[in-house]
C-alpha cells in the first residue's frame, strides 16, 4: 500500500504570491489533515478534511485555506505570502479523524524569500 | 497555541540506556498519541493510548497516562542510534476537535 504523498517536496515563493500544496492519502483513508511546524512555533494544526468537508481550523487566518475531493486527495492553499509562512507543512491521513493514529507524508518545505 | 508541553526539550544519552520523556497537557482529554520525527521529516506514530487506560507497550517503548496529573510519559528501554529523533505528544479533545502537539524532547544517543 503506497504511503502519503505530498507534493511538491520544496519550494520557494516571494512574498505577495500564492501557493498550492498537495497531498494525497493513503488509499481507503477518509479523513486528511494538515500541519504548520516552524522552529519557533513547533506543530500546529491547520485543518482537517473528512469526506471533502473542512471539520476543524486551528487559529490561522483566512490566506490559508483548503479542500478535499471525492478521491479523498487534498490541496492547501495559502494566498498573499509572507515571510512568516515559511515552514515545513504536513499533510497526515486516517480513516476516520484525529482521535486515530496517522500517516503522516514527508512534507513540503516552503520558503517565502 | 500549543497545549501540551514536553521535558526534557533534549536529552542526550549512551547507547544502551533507558530514555525518558514526559508530556503535560492542560485539559481534558480523549487520547494522547507519541510520535517520531526524524531530521524534519514526516512523523511516524509510535503509540495512542486513550484516556481510560494508564500503561500501553510496544516492543521497547512503555507509555503511561496520569490524567489527574494530566501528563504522559515514553520510556524507550534499551537504546538505539536509529532512536536519534524528535519525540512529540499530540492530544485530542472533545470540546474542540483539534490535535494539540507538545514543543517536543530531541533524542539523541550517543554509540
Redesign the interface.
Known sequence: KAGVTQTPRYLIKTRGQQVTLSCSPISGHRSVSWYQQTPGQGLQFLFEYFSETQRNKGNFPGRFSGRQFSNSRSEMNVSTLELGDSALYLCASSLGGLNEKLFFGSGTQLSVL | ??QGEEDPQALSIQEGENATMNCSYKTSI??L?W?RQNS??????LI?IRSNEREKHSGRLRVTLDTSKKSSSLLITASRAADTASY?C?T?RDS?????????TKLIIKP
Open positions: 497555541s500549543q480523549n487520547n498519541q510520535y524534519g521529516r514526516g512523523l511516524v506514530h495512542l512529540f499530540a485530542d474542540n476537535y483539534q490535535l494539540i502537539w507538545g514543543a517536543g
